[in-house]
């Protein structure tokens, strides 16, 4: 591994964190750092960057379809409708993380989700207005990525302000990675480019 590079067996050089895992890898190649303005896409990472915390995301990763058919494919509206009942099914699926907690906060946000819609227009149309205060790969070196930035914590600041949970600047800018908003792939990484275009 150089510069926080990794050389994988097809000749590519990849951000090291994906490592050597399949999952991970395709994760690496096909989705991270791809920009997505579909909301519902964009709702299911909120939440799922908000399970994340204090877990890895391969972690995530690995229970996502999971997730996926617990929470009503991340509908919107039908996770909005979720209720006490559905809270307790949750915490009983051990396909999911089961954190009490963090399980009524992705219905809290599905529940905030139509005043803001109804504010900027879509999800979508709320979170690429940070964009222009991101830097568009710039962040990340070979020595590390940043966990937050100015405008992860503006995005924060801004959710909290609207009642969504879950939602602090750390968690923020790993959304703004995973959805494209930045390009936090190292330069060397055969993906930069592929991104940027």
């Not at 590079?5 to 190649?29: E, N, S």
């Not at 005043?115 to 205060?133: C, M, Q, R, Y």
Request: with cysteine; glycine share 8%; hydrophobic share 40%.
């Amino acid at each position: 591994m150089t510069q926080g590079l990794r050389a994988h067996t097809d000749g590519r050089q990849r951000c090291w964190w994906c490592g050597d895992d399949p999952l991970y890898v395709t994760y690496h190649d096909s989705e991270w750092g791809r920009p997505v303005h579909d909301d519902v896409r964009l709702f299911e990472k909120i939440c799922l960057e908000g399970f994340q915390a204090g877990l890895s995301w391969l972690t995530i990763l690995r229970k996502r379809e999971h997730f996926r058919q617990a929470f009503a494919g991340f509908d919107i509206a039908r996770v909005a409708s979720f209720g006490p009942a559905d809270i307790e099914r949750l915490v009983a699926d051990a396909g999911i993380v089961r954190h009490r907690g963090k399980i009524a906060s992705a219905i809290n946000n599905a529940q905030r989700y139509a005043d803001l819609a109804t504010e900027f227009g879509s999800l979508d149309a709320f979170v690429w207005s940070f964009a222009a205060s991101a830097p568009a790969g710039d962040e990340a070196t070979p020595s590390g990525i940043p966990t937050y930035t100015p405008a992860s914590t503006r995005l924060s600041k801004e959710l909290k302000q609207r009642g969504w949970t879950f939602v602090g600047p750390t968690t923020m800018y790993a959304f703004m990675q995973s959805v494209g908003v930045v390009n936090d792939h190292l330069k060397g990484c055969w993906a930069y480019q592929d991104v940027q275009a």
